[in-house]
């Protein structure tokens, strides 16, 4: 039963390319473990804020948060914290839109050099994982959590 779970679990990472390998840091393996048992789940009043703010409590303290300030894709890692910003062109289920408010999340994995999934909650939509494709890099802000 073990070896199905692993192969299962392997074939997803891989799939996804997500990978909680050594290139990942620990405190943000944390992260992922974190908002990974929320999925589902309705946080506090449901809104992206209280997500973050509850993952942020869980964590505890003694990491510092740095600001990405070189959008390459391939420095943003499973597990860093991202703002997108208000009237940031984003495609977002299909269309493409400006977003209406200020939204926060954490970065899942990346589907491609400029798709993420982030795991999120906003209103009416309860912790998920869902597809966020970013056409202005300068429009986001990406955090991110070292020990």
Same mark, same amino acid.
């Given at each position: 039963?073990k070896?199905?779970v ?11 390319g997500y990978?909680?390998? /050594?290139s ?14 929320l999925?589902g789940k309705?946080?506090d *009043?449901?809104d992206c /804020?209280?997500f973050?703010y ?6 505890g ?7 990405? %300030?070189?959008y @390459?894709?391939?420095r943003?890692?499973?597990? /860093?914290? #991202?703002?997108? %910003?208000?009237?940031?062109? #984003? ?5 493409e #839109?400006?977003?209406?408010? @200020? ?6 994995? &990346? @589907?491609?050099?400029n798709?993420?999934?982030?795991i999120? =909650?906003?209103?009416?939509? *309860?912790?998920?994982?869902e597809?966020? =494709?970013?056409i /202005?890099f300068? %429009?986001?802000?990406?955090?991110q959590? &070292?020990?």
């Amino acid at each position: 039963m073990k070896k199905i779970v692993i192969i299962l679990l392997f074939t997803f990472c891989w799939v996804c390319g997500y990978s909680l390998g /050594d290139s990942i840091p620990e405190l943000n393996k944390r992260v992922l473990r974190i908002c990974d048992s929320l999925m589902g789940k309705k946080i506090d *009043n449901g809104d992206c /804020d209280e997500f973050a703010y509850y993952v942020a409590l869980r964590l505890g303290g003694g990491y510092a948060v740095r600001l990405n %300030k070189k959008y @390459v894709p391939e420095r943003i890692l499973p597990g /860093d914290y #991202i703002i997108i %910003k208000k009237r940031a062109p #984003i495609i977002y289920r299909g269309k493409e #839109i400006k977003s209406a408010f @200020v939204h926060v999340a954490f970065i899942h994995h &990346r @589907v491609n050099s400029n798709t993420f999934a982030l795991i999120h =909650q906003m209103e009416g939509i *309860n912790v998920c994982i869902e597809n966020f =494709q970013f056409i /202005d890099f300068n %429009k986001i802000n990406i955090f991110q959590l &070292r020990e």
